[in-house]
């Protein structure tokens, strides 16, 4: 919803009753064209296409019935009963108020020119998205945009997708997405096959529309650097290194000038941003982005998995006559490859090593480390390095979230003793061969000194 939707004309949620679609222009886009033809299937035919509906659409998940404790749910507790109230700007609306309600700093901004989003008709290259986030909340604002979109994760639901009206008003709407809209594209084999984030490079025209037949890049902390954030302004210094960023793709096959739009301290002269929050869109918060988004799509896959294997094994025994909480081969296998799934995001497996050094320009590095659990000796896994990965310690700080503590606790176990036993081990294997004995061991006394239940046996009530 925030981060991407692959929408470059009007989407099927746009129609009212009985307006014409002119599918000759939809053939252009072949992925509007099938969600313009799903979404009227949809509406003659709504009974069969339920029952091929996602699986974390049904029990044990249900993603849309199921009620959340995130972020903006407490914030909208705090509005209504009068503990706090959002201030209108003339500007940005509501989002200088709401950013400092849910603890989102400015200086993470990163701003997206490309029109791959919910509100394209507001984006382009002389008025880009801005897009902030925190460790569990992002934020999407247009300039002039109708609303500002929001994505919070729940501990145990995952991403929950809401909009808040850019209208002056003494009660503020901040509305929950139960329509599956916003899955259009936040829920596919780009997200993992969950409702999740996704970031995405393209080759953006001059209007910042994405040059389809040039296909598309997903973003993660393992994409190689000369493949990211086409259709985004970057600010920080990166060496020899080329991104995609800063540019306009020009010719058939479309190409990019990465010289010109490497290495920018500042973008004064691409892009106005008087009406922004910040001038930056710092390159050290897009890397952080890049791997924040991914590990929470890996924690919600198998967060689901897991909770899928449990009622499916559940039922079985109950068939069978089978004591309740015995778990079958098949149910302990689906949740094993689950939990590898999150230690090897967690410990950074596959992580492109950077060539030269980087930094960023808007203070963010600087902010977003000094909130970093410590151990004795100062450490923290939110310090970066900067030189040849993006932490100084690989292992990821989301580690400490509550979306992390909040799997459920036949995954999280197996997590907690497979992360033990690659730190403690004299030979980790080939995929864990980039942490250093130097490493693991840090990375151990930092996990045992800010992870209270890290050194049990077991999960327990205390996490």
Not at 428 to 455: M, N
Request: proline share 5%; glycine share 8%; aromatic share 8%.
């Amino acid at each position: 919803m925030i981060l991407e939707k692959e929408r470059t004309a009007t989407m099927p949620g746009d129609w009212n009753e009985g307006q014409t679609v002119n599918f000759a222009d939809l053939r252009r886009y072949p992925v509007l064209l099938l969600l313009a033809v799903t979404s009227m299937l949809v509406a003659r035919f709504p009974c069969s296409l339920a029952a091929q509906s996602p699986s974390w659409a049904n029990a044990p998940v249900r993603f849309h019935a199921t009620e959340v404790e995130d972020a903006v749910t407490r914030l909208k507790e705090r509005l209504n009963s009068g503990a706090t109230r959002l201030e209108f700007d003339d500007l940005q609306g509501y989002l200088p108020a709401l950013l400092k309600e849910l603890d989102v700093p400015v200086s993470s901004q990163g701003l997206v020119f490309s029109k791959t989003s919910l509100q394209q008709h507001q984006i382009g290259p002389e008025r880009p998205r801005a897009v902030y986030f925190n460790d569990e909340v992002y934020v999407g604002w247009s300039l002039k945009g109708k609303f500002i979109e929001i994505i919070a994760t729940d501990a145990n639901q995952g991403p929950t997708f809401y909009t808040l009206d850019q209208v002056e008003s003494g009660a503020p709407k901040i509305a929950r997405d139960k329509s599956g809209y916003c899955l259009s594209c936040h829920a596919s084999r780009r997200t993992g096959d969950v409702p999740g984030y996704l970031l995405r490079s393209v080759f953006p025209d001059v209007a910042g529309r994405p040059v389809v037949r040039a296909g598309s890049f997903e973003t993660s902390d393992q994409s190689d650097f000369a493949e990211r954030w086409g259709g985004w302004y970057v600010t920080g210094q990166h060496g020899s290194m080329r991104h995609m960023g800063n540019t306009i793709s020009h010719g058939d096959p479309p190409e990019l000038d990465r010289d010109d739009g490497a290495n920018r301290g500042s973008l004064d002269d691409l892009v106005g941003l008087g009406k922004y929050l910040s001038p930056h869109s710092d390159l050290v918060a897009l890397m952080v982005l890049d791997h924040q988004t991914q590990m929470h799509n890996t924690l919600t896959a198998a967060n689901y998995e897991t909770r899928e294997a449990l009622l499916q094994a559940a039922e079985m025994n109950a068939t069978l006559g089978r004591p309740a909480d015995e778990l079958s081969e098949s149910a302990s296998r689906r949740i094993d490859a689950a939990a590898e799934k999150i230690v090897e995001r967690l410990l950074f497996c596959g992580e492109f090593r950077l060539t030269d050094p980087v930094n960023g320009t808007s203070g963010f590095a600087e902010e977003f480390a000094a909130t970093g659990l410590r151990d004795p000796k100062g450490r923290s896994l939110r310090e970066f390095d900067l030189q040849t990965r993006l932490f100084r310690y690989p292992c990821s700080y989301l580690i400490h979230s509550e979306a992390f503590a909040g799997l459920p606790d036949e995954l999280l176990n197996r997590v907690v003793a497979r992360v033990k036993e690659i730190l403690s081990g004299e030979e980790p294997e080939e995929k864990f061969a980039h942490l250093s004995p130097e490493d693991r061991g840090k990375v151990q006394a930092i996990l045992e000194a800010t992870t209270p239940w890290f050194g049990a046996e077991e999960k327990g009530l205390e996490h």
